[in-house]
């Protein structure tokens, strides 16, 4: 029996934070280099008002964590948050990897009913069936803070290109 949103979720997440694990390992290797303090590139920001790449990179994780958790039926794990360092950001995707990674297919058979209720109990509170969430919410939100960690480094300097964006498919 095939699972669709697992085969949407699990895989691609795998996949994607991989990449940004490896993108993440090409700016340390350039800021030790260059010579360059590394938080130059862990507090980069295109904009005052957006956040820096380390946010990106944990709420990339957050959002990780929590498609492949609702999506199974399973209690979102709450880990502190707080890394400050190209290690602390890489043991936040080992840690979000192998949580991902910790499902099953089987976990997802009712994922595309189930019901998920985001900012339950205020008056942004939203309703969305498991697919619809996956497809309009989660994967999106997803996409554009790995997107965004990849955009600040690359506009810093960072030499990555597509393939780095995409890893190993």
């Not at 085969?7 to 800021?31: C, G, N, R, T």
């Not at 199974?72 to 995707?93: D, H, K, R, T, Y």
């Not at 297919?105 to 942004?124: H, Y």
């Amino acid at each position: 029996m095939t699972h669709p949103l697992y085969d949407a979720s699990v895989p691609v997440i795998k996949q994607m934070l991989s990449a940004l694990s490896d993108v993440l390992k090409k700016a340390e290797a350039h800021a030790t280099a260059k010579n360059i303090d590394a938080s130059a590139y862990l507090g980069a920001r295109l904009y005052p008002d957006m956040f820096p790449l380390s946010r990106q990179v944990q709420i990339a994780c957050d959002f990780a964590k929590g498609i492949a958790s609702r999506l199974a039926g399973a209690e979102v794990p709450s880990w502190p948050e707080g890394e400050a360092s190209f290690a602390e950001l890489q043991a936040l995707i080992n840690k979000t990897l192998a949580h991902v990674g910790a499902f099953t297919p089987d976990q997802f058979e009712k994922a595309a009913s189930l019901e998920i209720v985001l900012r339950p109990g205020t008056p942004k509170e939203k309703k969305l069936s498991g697919s619809a969430y996956l497809l309009h919410y989660g994967l999106p939100q997803f996409f554009f803070h790995v997107t965004t960690a990849y955009a600040l480094l690359r506009h810093n300097g960072i030499e990555v290109g597509k393939r780095d964006y995409m890893g190993a498919y």
